[in-house]
C-alpha cells in the first residue's frame, strides 16, 4: 500500500498528481489525512481523504509519499503517525518519496546522509548530510526526491517505475500525452 500523507496545507498538484499517475499506473495508493479526513490545501481546495491517519497499518507500507506546501510541510512533521511511517518504511527499504518542502523531514531524520536529493529553493539547509543535487526529480536507491509543484508529474512517473518497472511508467507518459 503507497500513503500519501496530506496535512493542513498540503500542495494539492505535489499531491494528487503523483495520486493520480500511481493509480493509472495500477499501484494501490491510499490519501491519508492528518488530522482529519477532509483536509485543505494550501490553494483552499478540500480533499476528502481515503484513510484517518488512525488507519495506517505499517505492516502494509510499500511506499510512503510526503507532498509539500505551507503549512503543510509543517504540519506533516508535527504528525507522529508520519513519522513512524516514514521511520518503517526507512527500516524496511520501502519507498520514500518528498517533494518541495517535505525532504526537509526526511532530511532532519537523518535518512538523506550520503545520499543524492533536491528540495525546493531555501530547504537546501534541512537536507542534513544530502549531496543537493540541481536535477528535477532524483532517485538514491528508496528515496525519491523532487523540487516542487512544477514536476509533480515527473515525481510520480519516478515513484511509478520504482514500484513497478520503468516500461509502465513510459507507456502511461505515452498514453497520457505527456512530453
Do not use: W
Request: hydrophobic content about 45%; overall charge negative.
Amino acid at each position: 500500500m503507497v500513503y500519501v500523507f496530506l496535512a493542513e496545507g498540503f500542495e494539492e498538484i505535489e499531491a494528487l498528481t503523483p495520486v493520480d499517475i500511481l493509480r493509472r499506473g495500477g499501484i494501490d495508493v491510499k490519501t491519508v489525512g492528518v488530522g482529519s479526513k477532509t483536509v485543505t490545501g494550501s490553494h483552499g481546495i478540500n480533499v476528502i481523504c481515503d484513510l484517518n491517519e488512525t488507519d495506517v497499518n505499517l505492516a502494509d507500507i510499500s511506499a510512503v509519499i510526503l507532498p509539500g506546501g505551507m503549512p503543510g510541510t509543517i504540519n506533516l512533521e508535527k504528525s507522529q503517525t508520519v513519522l513512524n511511517a516514514l521511520d518503517y518504511a526507512y527500516k524496511n527499504a520501502k519507498i520514500i518519496g518528498a517533494i518541495c518542502a517535505a525532504p526537509s523531514i526526511i532530511g532532519k531524520l537523518g535518512f538523506l546522509n550520503g545520499k543524492e536529493a533536491i528540495c525546493f529553493d531555501s530547504f537546501e539547509k534541512y537536507l542534513s548530510g544530502a549531496v543537493v543535487s540541481d536535477a528535477s526529480v532524483v532517485q538514491d536507491g528508496q528515496i525519491i526526491t523532487a523540487r516542487g509543484a512544477g514536476v509533480a508529474s515527473e515525481f510520480g512517473f519516478k515513484i511509478l517505475s520504482a514500484l513497478k518497472d520503468a516500461k509502465t511508467a513510459d507507456k502511461l507518459k505515452n498514453d497520457m500525452k505527456y512530453i
